[in-house]
Nanobody
Framework: QVQLVESGGGLVQPGGSLRLSCAAS????????MGWFRQASGKQRELVAL???????LYSDSVKGRFTLFRDDAKNLVHLHMNSLKPGDTAVYSC?????????WGRGSQVTVSS
């Protein structure tokens, strides 16, 4: 069974940085698309960053220039480097992967930006 294992997250002060990581427990299946979504309390889930092999990474306008997605396809890993964090970035961040044309989601990791 395919599983996305997330790590990172936590409490950080405004202006700080944080890195989220996600590992896909697959060895023989191709992962075409990996990325991150987030959902703040009481709000709709929104795209943060998404990358498909052979294409440039798509970022939400609200995080562009502050967040960076990195893929390590040899290890089936995707990272989200978050800089200059704002209170508005507070949300549950979920890893996403398209594996053999099927979508998979991580359990979610809480990121709280507060002083």
């Amino acid at each position: 069974q395919v599983q996305l294992v997330e790590s990172g997250g936590g409490l950080v002060q405004p202006g700080g940085s944080l890195r989220l990581s996600c590992a896909a427990s697959v060895t023989t299946f191709a992962i075409s698309t990996m990325g991150w979504f987030r959902q703040a309390s009481g709000k709709q889930r929104e795209l943060v960053a998404l990358n498909t092999i052979g294409h440039s990474t798509l970022y939400s306008d609200s995080v562009k220039g502050r967040f960076t997605l990195f893929r390590d396809d040899a290890k089936n890993l995707v990272h989200l480097h978050m800089n200059s964090l704002k209170p508005g970035d507070t949300a549950v961040y979920s890893c996403y992967a398209l594996i053999s044309s099927r979508p998979y989601w991580g359990r979610g990791s809480q990121v709280t930006v507060s002083s």
